[in-house]
């Protein structure tokens, strides 16, 4: 390996410390804010020295995947990204445009994100019905297939009737399933309990940072 320039060291210092906090690999644009450089298309330069000298790898058909060579790194798991879910008012699924058996996209996690989970997938989140909870419009939520859930988990919910998906907090009542946002702006929504099916249980939420 050549001598690293000043700048290259600051970006390496910031995956690993990124890596270290997160569990999981920065993008682009992450660096570019976390380091201060001007634009993506510089940080791209840099990664592409740095990969060409044998500092990292990276995998172009996987999101997130810039590796530091010669560390010791967590085991990784590849979880496809189905689509998105609606927090806030339920949006119809599935659809080109939200869940489907194709992946969008694999994100590569570390074990310790996906806690050793089977049947892991995710979904990003549109709205802010969630907010409450730490999960905002445009962040990606890890989701454990489930066909059950506890009163109080935060789940994906299929309503049968009006072929809509929606993320929300469940409580049974009876004779109804109260579907109940994280957010004291909006009302719970209550619907029969054959019409509700779960589809998923949240296990993790992977947020977008600011202006990301």
């Known amino acids: 390996m050549s001598t690293i320039s000043g700048t290259r060291l600051r970006i390496l210092n910031f995956i690993?410390?990124?890596v270290d906090d997160r569990g999981y690999?920065?993008?682009v644009r992450d660096i570019v804010k976390g380091c201060s450089i001007s634009t993506p298309s510089v940080v791209q330069h840099h990664l592409d020295k740095?990969?060409?000298?044998g500092y990292i790898r990276r995998d172009p058909q996987v999101f997130r995947s810039i590796r530091l060579v010669g560390n010791e790194e967590p085991a990784t798991v590849g979880v496809p990204l189905l689509g998105t879910i609606a927090a806030g008012e339920p949006i119809p699924v599935p659809t080109p445009d939200t869940w489907t058996t194709v992946p969008e996209e694999t994100l590569e996690l570390t074990k310790e994100m996906t806690q050793g989970r089977e049947s892991i997938y995710a979904l990003k989140v549109k709205g802010t019905s969630m907010i409450d909870a730490l999960i905002d419009d445009g962040d990606i939520?890890?989701?454990q297939q489930a066909r059950t859930a506890d009163d109080g988990d935060m789940v994906a919910i299929w309503l049968k009737e009006e072929r809509e998906v929606t993320l929300k907090?469940?409580?049974?009542e009876p004779g109804r399933v109260c579907l109940k946002p994280a957010n004291k702006l909006m009302a719970p929504i209550y619907h029969r309990p054959e019409n509700v099916e779960i589809q998923g249980k949240v296990v993790g939420v992977l947020r977008r940072l600011e202006g990301g």
């Open 141 to 143: 939520v890890l989701m």
């Open 50 to 53: 740095l990969e060409k000298e």
């Open 16 to 18: 690993r410390d990124f």
């Open 169 to 172: 907090r469940v409580y049974r």
């Open 25 to 27: 690999s920065p993008t």
